[in-house]
C-alpha cells in the first residue's frame, strides 16, 4: 500500500494541483517542420536523440531570442546538414517512439489522422539549468573555452566570442554577487529560486516569450508526430542527391517525416487528461535509469512541488514486477516523476506516474478541437521555467490577479503552484487573492485550501483594513471559515461555536479542546496560551458540556463578564487567580451533595436527632456565658464576648470523645429564656466562628481565608489562658464537623485548601495516616497547574507569581530569586542558590510543597483527625473536593429567584392561622413581606433571613432543605363569619420577631404596605445577636 495516496483502480480524469493531478493538458502548434529535425537512433525501447537545426530558430521574433539565449549557454553542437555539409544544431532528448493507440474521437481533436500509421515521442526540454551550471564550471576551470558539446568535442572553437565572455561573467557573478558555491551536480540539488541566481547575463532571460509554442517546446517540452518507414538521408552531399534508409535504429542522422511538433499548455478544458498519481515502484526506476530514461525537469511549477526528473512511459511498455514477470503499465502511455536524485532511493514514497486517459466523447461536451488556437489562448496558460527574473515574475503576479477578477479560478490555481508566494502578494489597494475571491464570491474549496496551505492569511487587511470576510457574502464566510479553521463567533453563535470544537463529536469540549478554542477565540500569543491551558486545567479539567457552557451561570456567562478575558483580549496578561471567587457548581456536584446531606441525616437519626425537633434527651446541656448586649454594632466588643464562649465551649467539651459530639449539646446561654430546639444551637455556631476567625489571633489571615498558625507556633491565648495550638484546632475540626450534622450554615472562614485536603485526606484514610494520603502532583503541565491552583485555594496572588515565573520571567528577572520562602530554605543551600531558567520548575514546586504542606503540617493533620471523630471519612466518600466547604456556607447572595422559591413555599402553606391562610389581608400582609425583602440591598435580605431563620444565607441545597419548613404568622383571629381582627397583644405599632428555633417570622396585621415596610425594616436593621432575637 502506497503510504501517502490511495490507489483508483478506475481509469477516470483527476484534475487536483501537482502532485495530486496532473493537467488538464491541452496543445499547440509550432513552426517545426520536415527538414528541420534530424532522428538519431531512434527505437522503440531506450531514449533518441533529434538535432533541431539552427536555420529553423530563425522563423520568429521569439525564436531567434531562445537562438541567443542558446549562445548563452554554448548549447550548439556540430551536425549533419539535411541539404548537406555541416551546421550547428541543439540535441534534444526524446522518448521512445510509439504508433499512437488513442481513440478516433481523440485523434480526431488533435488533428491527427485516421487513415494513415502515425507515431509519436515526447521531446524533453533543453535541460537549461544544467548547461548554465555546466557552463559555469567550464568557465572556472578554462575561462577562454566554452561549453564543449559531447557530440563534437572541437565545437568550442565555432562558438562566438560573446558566448565565451558571458560564460567568463557568469564566473564573476556566481562567485562574487550570489551565495552559491558551483560545485558537479549542482543543478541536480538546486531549487528554482536558487537556479535563478546562476543564470548567466540576467535581463536577456526575461526576453523569452513562453507563450510562443516553439520557445515552449524547447524549455519544457512536447509531442512530434511523425510517419513511421524510411528516413531521407544524404548519401552524397557534393552531388545533392538523397536516398532512403530506414527510421528506427538509424546509424546516421535521418530526416524526419513531421506531421506537426506541438508544446503544452495547461487548461481546465484540454483532452489531455490524466489519471490520479499512482505508486512508482524503485525496480522500475532502476530499469529506465540503466536506459537512460530520466530528464531533468525545467518546469517552475513540477519543480517547486519537489519533483526533479520526468520520464514518459510508452504505451503498454512493459515492466516487471517483484517476481521479475513483465507487465505492461500505461494502456496510452503516461508520465513518470522522481521526487529526488537518480543515484538515491525512494525514501519518502513520493515517486508517482499519471497514466494518460483517454477522452472519446468530445464533440458531446462541445470541444471539436483539443489544439489551441489565438482565440482560446486566454483559457490556458503556458508552464513557467525553473528561472523567472524579477520581471516576469511582476508580470506573472499582475496576471494571477487579473485571472481571479475574471473567475479564471482553474488558471489561478495553476500559477499558484509555479509561484507559491502570489498566495500572500498584495495587488491593487493593498488587496491579496483572497479579498479578490471574497469579493467575487468564490466558493471553490480547492483553491481556498491551496491558498491557506500557501500561507494566505484570512485575516489579512487591505488598505481601507477591511478583511477578506468584510468582503465576502455568507455563502464565502461559511466556507472560507471551515477551511480555514476559523470557528464562528464565541457569542454571536455559541452553539456552532461548540460544534466546531467538539472535534470528537462527543458532546464535550476535552480540556485540550477547550483550550485550543479559548486561545484562538482571544487570539493568545505563546504565554496566552499557556495562559488559557492552565485557566482549562484549573478550571475546568473534565472539560464542559453544551450545557456547561450555553446554559444559565456557564462559562458563556462567565466570559462576557471576565475581567480576566477582557485584559486577554486586549493582549493583556492578568492575574490568572483571583481571589474570593467560588465556581459554580454543575448538576452533578449538586447531586453528590444532596447524597452527602443524606447520609449525614441517618447518621443524625441514627443519635436521636430529628429535625425540627428538641434535641435528644441525652444530649449534653452546654451552659454558656451571655453573648453580646450590643449585638454586632461593635466588633470588637463582639470578638471579646465570643471569646468568652469559645473558651467555656473549648474547656467543658476538649476531653469529649467523637461519640459524645454525635449525641450532641443543648446549648444554654446565661440570662436567656428558651429551649434549644435549633435556634440556639445556631446562635452558638455563629458565636464561635466570630471568636475562631474574627482575627488574626489564633489563625493566619491568608488572602483566601485563614490558615493554621505555622508549626513553630506551639501556643495560643484563649480567652487569657495558654493553650496548646494543636489540641484547638483538633478541636476545631471537631466544631466545623459538628456544625455540618446539626445542618447549620457556618460563615467560615478556613480557606478551601483545607477543604481539598479533607476530602483527599478522607478518601484513602482507612488505609494508612491521613497525611500520607495526600498524593503528588504529577510533573506534567496539567499537574503543575493542578499544584498552583491548590495554592491559589491557600494564597490566590503567590499563585498568580509563581505561574508568572514559570511561564512569563527571564533569566534577567529570575537572578532575584533564591530557593527560600519567608526566609527558610527551600533545600539545604537554597539561601545562596539562585533560580535559573533550568531550575525554576523545581523552584515553584518546592515553594508549593512547602507552603501548602510542611509549614503548618501539624495543624492542619490535627484539624483532620478532629473532624473524621465526629464525622467518619466514609461519609465523603465520592464527594467532590471542597462540597463541606459549599454545605457550611450555602448561598452567600440572596438572589431574587431565592426569594420568589421562599415565598412559594411559605404561601400559602406555610402561613399561620392555618384557617386564615386564604382570606386576602393576612395574604396582602405577607405580600408586603416580600416585597420589602425585594426592594432590599443584598445585606438587608441577609439580615432578614438571619433575622427570620438565624443564618443570612440560604442553603447550598435551596430553600425547599431548610428545616423545620419555615413559616410567617400573622398576628390575627377570626371574628364573625368571613371577617379577622387582631389579637389585643399585637397591636398593629407592635414591631416584628424572629423566632429561629421554629424558623418563624410573626408580624402584626398592617394597614398599609408603607407601615409594613417601614416597621420591618426597623426590626431587621436593629435586633441583636445571639439568641435575643425578637
Not at 448 to 474: F, I, M, N, S, V
Not at 617 to 641: K, N, Q, T
Not at 688 to 701: E, Q, R, V
Not at 852 to 862: F, N, P, T, V, W
Request: glycine share 8%; proline share 7%.
Amino acid at each position: 500500500p502506497w503510504p501517502t495516496r490511495a490507489e483508483s483502480t478506475d481509469l477516470v480524469p483527476c484534475t487536483g494541483p501537482f502532485p495530486d493531478g496532473l493537467g488538464p493538458l491541452t496543445v499547440r502548434n509550432t513552426r517545426l517542420q520536415t527538414g528541420d529535425i534530424l532522428a538519431l537512433g531512434l527505437n522503440k525501447e531506450r531514449d533518441g536523440t533529434l538535432l533541431l537545426s539552427r536555420s529553423a530558430l530563425q522563423r520568429s521574433p521569439a525564436l531567434r531570442s531562445m537562438e541567443a539565449w542558446l549562445d548563452r549557454l554554448g548549447a550548439w553542437t556540430r551536425s549533419p546538414r539535411a541539404s548537406g555539409g555541416y551546421g550547428q544544431s541543439l540535441e534534444l532528448k526524446v522518448s521512445p517512439s510509439h504508433v499512437v493507440n488513442l481513440p478516433a474521437a481523440t485523434c480526431t481533436a488533435l488533428g491527427l489522422p485516421l487513415d494513415d500509421e502515425v507515431h509519436f515521442a515526447w521531446v524533453y526540454p533543453v535541460p537549461f539549468h544544467q548547461r548554465a551550471v555546466e557552463a559555469a564550471l567550464a568557465a572556472v576551470s578554462k575561462p577562454d573555452a566554452g561549453f564543449v558539446s559531447a557530440w563534437e568535442p572541437d565545437l568550442s572553437r565555432g562558438l562566438p566570442v560573446k558566448a565565451r565572455k558571458e560564460m567568463v561573467d557568469f564566473s564573476d557573478v556566481t562567485h562574487g554577487k550570489t551565495d552559491v558555491e558551483v560545485t558537479p551536480g549542482l543543478a541536480y540539488s538546486l531549487s528554482p529560486d536558487e537556479i535563478s541566481k546562476l543564470i548567466p547575463g540576467g535581463s536577456w532571460l526575461d526576453e523569452l516569450d513562453l507563450e510562443d509554442a516553439d520557445v515552449s517546446l524547447l524549455t519544457v517540452g512536447g509531442y512530434i508526430y511523425f510517419r513511421p518507414g524510411l528516413g531521407l538521408v544524404e548519401r552524397s552531399p557534393s552531388k545533392g542527391r538523397r536516398s532512403k534508409m530506414p527510421l528506427m535504429g538509424a546509424a546516421r542522422p535521418v530526416v524526419l517525416d513531421i506531421l506537426c511538433a506541438r508544446s503544452i499548455r495547461f487548461a481546465p478544458s484540454g483532452v489531455l487528461q490524466f489519471s490520479a498519481p499512482r505508486r512508482w515502484h524503485q525496480v522500475w526506476t532502476e530499469r529506465l535509469v540503466q536506459q537512460g530514461r530520466f530528464q531533468p525537469i525545467t518546469a517552475r511549477k513540477w519543480l517547486m512541488a519537489g519533483a526533479r526528473y520526468i520520464c514518459w512511459l510508452r504505451p503498454d511498455e512493459p515492466l516487471p514486477d517483484f517476481n521479475g514477470r513483465e507487465h505492461p503499465l500505461a494502456r496510452h502511455g503516461g508520465f513518470v516523476f522522481l521526487f529526488h536524485n537518480l543515484d538515491e532511493n525512494d525514501h519518502d514514497s513520493r515517486d508517482c506516474y499519471f497514466q494518460l486517459v483517454p477522452t472519446p466523447d468530445l464533440a458531446r461536451g462541445g470541444r471539436s478541437s483539443g489544439i489551441v488556437d489565438g482565440e482560446r489562448l486566454s483559457s490556458s496558460l503556458p508552464f513557467s521555467l525553473a528561472v523567472t527574473l524579477p520581471a516576469s515574475q511582476d508580470r506573472q503576479q499582475e496576471k494571477i490577479f487579473q485571472l481571479a477578477r475574471r473567475g479564471r479560478w482553474s488558471l489561478v490555481r495553476h500559477l499558484l503552484a509555479e509561484f507559491p508566494y502570489f498566495a500572500t502578494a498584495t495587488g491593487d489597494h493593498g488587496a491579496t487573492l483572497l479579498h479578490v475571491c471574497a469579493e467575487r464570491g468564490m466558493l471553490d474549496a480547492e483553491l481556498l485550501t491551496q491558498l491557506k496551505d500557501l500561507g494566505a492569511r484570512y485575516d489579512a487587511l487591505d488598505e481601507k483594513g477591511r478583511t477578506p470576510e468584510a468582503l465576502g457574502k455568507a455563502a464565502f464566510k461559511a466556507l472560507a471559515r471551515s477551511v480555514w479553521q476559523v470557528s464562528p463567533d464565541l457569542f454571536a453563535d455559541p452553539e456552532g461555536w461548540f460544534q466546531f470544537w467538539d472535534r470528537n463529536h462527543n458532546g464535550l469540549l476535552e480540556p485540550e479542546e477547550l483550550g485550543d478554542a479559548l486561545s484562538s477565540t482571544y487570539r493568545c500569543d505563546a504565554i496566552g496560551t499557556q495562559w488559557v491551558k492552565s485557566y482549562v486545567n484549573i478550571n475546568h479539567r473534565k472539560g464542559i458540556s453544551r450545557a456547561e457552557l450555553i446554559g444559565a451561570g456557564g462559562l458563556l456567562q462567565a466570559l462576557q463578564v471576565s475581567e480576566e478575558f477582557t485584559s486577554l483580549r486586549e493582549q493583556k496578561r492578568p492575574p490568572l487567580f483571583l481571589g474570593s471567587r467560588r465556581s459554580t457548581l454543575s448538576q452533578e456536584t449538586h447531586v453528590q451533595i444532596q447524597k452527602l446531606e443524606a447520609r449525614v441525616e441517618r447518621l443524625r437519626n441514627e443519635h436521636g436527632w430529628v429535625t425540627g425537633k428538641p434535641a435528644p434527651r441525652d444530649a449534653m446541656p452546654l451552659p454558656l456565658p451571655e453573648p453580646s448586649p450590643e449585638g454586632s454594632a461593635d466588633p470588637e466588643v463582639r470578638i471579646r464576648y465570643a471569646r468568652g464562649i469559645l473558651g467555656f465551649s473549648f474547656e467543658q467539651t476538649r476531653g469529649l470523645p467523637g461519640r459524645s459530639w454525635q449525641t450532641g449539646f443543648r446549648v444554654d446561654f446565661a440570662g436567656q429564656e428558651g429551649l434549644d430546639d435549633g435556634g440556639l444551637t445556631k446562635a452558638w455556631v455563629n458565636e464561635i466562628a466570630s471568636a475562631l476567625w474574627g482575627d488574626g489571633a489564633l489563625f493566619d489571615t491568608k488572602p483566601q481565608g485563614s490558615f493554621f498558625k505555622p508549626d513553630d507556633v506551639e501556643t495560643l491565648e484563649l480567652d487569657g489562658v495558654p493553650v496548646n495550638s494543636a489540641e484547638l484546632y483538633r478541636w476545631t475540626g471537631r466544631f466545623v464537623a459538628y456544625t455540618l450534622y446539626q445542618r447549620c450554615l457556618l460563615d467560615c472562614r478556613l480557606c478551601a485548601w483545607v477543604f481539598r485536603m479533607l476530602q483527599r485526606a478522607a478518601a484513602e484514610r482507612s488505609k494508612r495516616p491521613a497525611w500520607q494520603l495526600v498524593p503528588d502532583w504529577p510533573a506534567t503541565p496539567e499537574g503543575e497547574d493542578a499544584m498552583l491552583d491548590d495554592l491559589a485555594s491557600l494564597d490566590h496572588t503567590v499563585a498568580s507569581n509563581l505561574w508568572r515565573v514559570r511561564h512569563e520571567l527571564g533569566e534577567d528577572d529570575l537572578r532575584w530569586l533564591d530557593f527560600t520562602c519567608t526566609g527558610e530554605e527551600l533545600r539545604p543551600g537554597g539561601a545562596e542558590e539562585t533560580v535559573t531558567e533550568d531550575s525554576k520548575a523545581i523552584y515553584v514546586r518546592l515553594f508549593c510543597e512547602h507552603v501548602l504542606r510542611k509549614r503548618s503540617q501539624i495543624g492542619l493533620q490535627a484539624f483532620l483527625d478532629g473532624f473524621f471523630e465526629v464525622l467518619p471519612a466514609g461519609l465523603l466518600a465520592g464527594v467532590p473536593e471542597e462540597a463541606v466547604l459549599s454545605l457550611l456556607a450555602g448561598h452567600s447572595e440572596v438572589s431574587d429567584q431565592q426569594l420568589k422559591e421562599l415565598e412559594d413555599l411559605v404561601v400559602p402553606n406555610g402561613l399561620v392561622p392555618t384557617k386564615l391562610k386564604d382570606h386576602p389581608l393576612v395574604r396582602q400582609a405577607a405580600g408586603w413581606l416580600f416585597r420589602t425583602a425585594r426592594e432590599g440591598s443584598g445585606a438587608f435580605r441577609a439580615r432578614l433571613l438571619e433575622f427570620w431563620l438565624g443564618v443570612n444565607r440560604i442553603p447550598l441545597a435551596g430553600v425547599g432543605s431548610i428545616r423545620p419548613r419555615p413559616r410567617l404568622q400573622i398576628m390575627v383571629q377570626p371574628a364573625g363569619a368571613d371577617g379577622l381582627k387582631r389579637i389585643s397583644s399585637w397591636p398593629k405599632d407592635r414591631l416584628p420577631e424572629g423566632h429561629t428555633c421554629g424558623n418563624e417570622f410573626w408580624m402584626a396585621l398592617p394597614d398599609s404596605f408603607e407601615e409594613a415596610s417601614g416597621r420591618i425594616r426597623l426590626a431587621v436593621e436593629n435586633f441583636e445577636a445571639g439568641f435575643a432575637l425578637r
